[in-house]
């Protein structure tokens, strides 16, 4: 008795798609960085000349590495591409690796509902717009005076924040999913293969 197989796979698609998109996302962000990073090195070897470091180098990369981790975690999790350490498992039967595989999908859904509830809370103390009563209902608590910015480029923190804060919804969506598909796995009796 599988829980709507279809649905899954239907599901399944479409998550795969946005997570892959997110990742590239990423992708690009993260070679962004890179190339902030050799630009500023290279400013900095010719201070001699008259170049310079790029203001605000550390604030962007900071910021981007935020937003690049965020992107990453949905895909990774739809891949099951975490970190795990199987020595012991290895030798275990099919059918208690699966459950096991499943029970892994349990805790880091309940983590990354964690994550997600902490960082929406974080992303209110950051945004100084919207009404109380909004704020109230929205569980933001109370707004803010000024808007927090970035020392030296004066980015507003709530902007990498919702960046980043979009990649966490998307963690926690994909890890709904890979909770329904890895008990259809169990119900199944067999384990995803990479």
């Given amino acids: 008795m599988l829980l709507a197989k279809s649905a899954e796979l239907r599901v399944g698609r479409w998550l795969e798609w946005v997570s892959r998109a997110f990742a590239y996302t990423g992708g690009v962000v993260l070679a962004g960085i890179a190339l902030v990073t050799v630009v500023s090195i290279i400013g900095r ?8 470091p790029i203001k605000g ?11 690049a981790i965020f992107a990453f975690m949905p895909f990774a999790q739809f891949k099951r591409a975490h970190v795990v350490v199987d020595i012991f ?4 039967p099919q059918r208690f690796q ?12 309940l983590a ?11 992303l209110a103390e950051k945004i100084p717009y919207g009404s ?3 704020r109230t209902a929205l569980s933001m608590g109370y707004k803010p005076f000024f808007a927090e910015t970035t020392y ?3 980015v507003p923190i709530w902007i990498p924040y919702s960046f980043a804060f979009v990649g966490a919804v998307l963690f926690f969506v994909v890890s709904l ?18």
């Avoid at 498992?89 to 275990?92: D, G, K, S, Y």
């Avoid at 990354?112 to 974080?122: A, C, D, E, P, T």
């Fill in 177 to 194: 999913f890979t909770v329904w598909r890895s008990l259809n796995w169990t119900l199944e009796g067999r384990e995803y293969q990479p």
């Fill in 152 to 154: 030296e480029l004066s």
């Fill in 98 to 109: 699966t459950f096991l595989g499943f029970m892994g999908d349990v805790l880091i859904a």
């Fill in 57 to 67: 180098d550390y604030e962007i990369v900071e910021m981007g590495s935020a937003v």
């Fill in 45 to 52: 070897f010719f201070l001699f000349a008259g170049l310079g």
């Fill in 132 to 134: 109380e009563a909004l």
């Fill in 112 to 122: 990354s509902g964690v994550i997600l509830w902490r960082f929406w809370l974080g």
């Fill in 89 to 92: 498992t290895l030798r275990l």
